[in-house]
């Protein structure tokens, strides 16, 4: 079992940038894929980014150019760079891990596919 711990959230004006980390509890805990989800109020889940340990990186169309994701596999830490940010990034943002590689990688963006959620970190982008 590990446990995830995101920070960085907050409230800022569009155009702002923020950073999100996430930390896993156990530095020896073994991590293929990190991701980041997001859900906005009233809607679904959705996928944000995601990292493999070998720095394979996945943007939803969204956030493509915008933000970047980076991960230090020593620290199990993954970040989430968000730069221009918009009104409709506003959102809870959610890490998550994956124990295990997929095989397929379209299943990178499925939250189904990822075994250990953090809390969540609240992210408001005002106009």
């Known amino acids: 079992q590990v446990q995830l711990v995101e920070s960085g959230g907050g409230l800022v004006q569009a155009g702002d940038s923020l950073r999100l980390s996430c930390v896993a509890s156990?530095?020896?805990?073994?991590?293929?894929?990190m991701g980041w989800f997001r859900q906005a109020p009233g809607k679904e889940r959705e996928f944000v980014s995601a990292i493999t340990r070998g720095g394979i990186v996945y943007y939803a169309d969204s956030v493509k150019g915008r933000f970047t994701i980076s991960r230090d596999n020593a620290k199990n830490t993954v970040y989430l760079e968000m730069n221009s940010l918009k009104p409709e990034d506003t959102a809870v943002y959610y890490c998550?891990?994956?124990?295990?590689?997929?095989?397929?990688?379209?299943?990178?963006?499925?939250?189904?596919?990822?075994?250990?959620w953090g809390q969540g970190t609240q992210v408001t982008v005002s106009s």
């Open positions: 998550a891990v994956r124990r295990l590689s997929l095989y397929y990688s379209d299943n990178y963006y499925n939250a189904l596919k990822y075994d250990y």
């Open positions: 156990d530095r020896t805990f073994t991590i293929y894929a």
